[in-house]
T-cell receptor
Framework: KQEVTQIPAALSVPEGENLVLNCSFTDSAIYNLQWFRQDPGKGLTSLLL?????REQTSGRLNASLDKSSGRSTLYIAASQPGDSATYLC????????????FGTGTRLLVSP | EPEVTQTPSHQVTQMGQEVILRCVPISNHLYFYWYRQILGQKVEFLVS????????KSEIFDDQFSVERPDGSNFTLKIRSTKLEDSAMYFC?????????????FGPGTRLTVT
């Protein structure tokens, strides 16, 4: 059974810091891994998707890496801004053919000015 | 850019009432999903739908739940007799179903409050 865990559960940093969010999964036979952002009471915004054949994916100040063999992914946020404050979720699809996603517990990030 | 839409954004209902949550997936997508998130908890899978039938469902998706694609664009989730514990954010998602992109696109969610 695939389980996805994220640490830390919460993180508070001053503006401008670089930070790393961690995601681990128990079954390494994944097709891809997706990172999402969720603002309080709002929907899920897809940030990055890394295919199983990739090791990294970048979008602006965000960089996600994937190490399938160790069951880990990291989301690196450079030069954090208060607008980055949100909950960040990672998710992997189960290999059932219908791609249902298993979500992590999330990391709640607060970037203070 | 294409997007998944959901209506209503917030639904308040009394226990025992039926509710229908509506979604319009991305038009050329083939796979459709409902997920839910109880306040403070993980996002969890409810059901997937492909080729006009349920392809997979979770233990949560019992006989009180049903899904339908009544026309070529809408995808609905019906809860027949709501319970207090059905209060949650419900997300619809869709996927193109090809190797070109495995990304699932999520709608903004419907917040269901059962009183």
């Amino acid at each position: 059974k695939q389980e996805v865990t994220q640490i830390p559960a919460a993180l508070s940093v001053p503006e401008g810091e670089n930070l790393v969010l961690n995601c681990s999964f128990t079954d390494s036979a994944i097709y891809n891994l997706q990172w999402f952002r969720q603002d309080p009471g709002k929907g899920l915004t897809s940030l990055l998707l890394i295919q199983s054949s990739q090791r990294e994916q970048t979008s602006g100040r965000l960089n996600a890496s994937l190490d399938k063999s160790s069951g880990r992914s990291t989301l690196y946020i450079a030069a954090s801004q208060p607008g980055d404050s949100a909950t960040y979720l990672c998710a992997v699809p189960l290999n059932t053919g219908f791609q249902k996603l298993v979500f992590g517990t999330g990391t709640r990030l607060l970037v203070s000015p | 850019e294409p997007e998944v839409t959901q209506t209503p954004s917030h639904q308040v209902t009394q226990m025992g009432q039926e509710v229908i949550l509506r979604c319009v997936p991305i038009s050329n997508h083939l796979y459709f999903y409902w997920y839910r998130q109880i306040l403070g908890q993980k996002v969890e899978f409810l059901v997937s739908f492909y080729n006009n039938e349920i392809s997979e469902k979770s233990e949560i998706f019992d006989d009180q739940f049903s899904v339908e694609r009544p026309d070529g664009s809408n995808f609905t989730l019906k809860i027949r007799s709501t319970k207090l514990e059905d209060s949650a954010m419900y997300f619809c998602a869709s996927w193109g179903g090809t190797e070109l992109s495995y990304e699932q696109y999520f709608g903004p969610g419907t917040r269901l409050t059962v009183t």
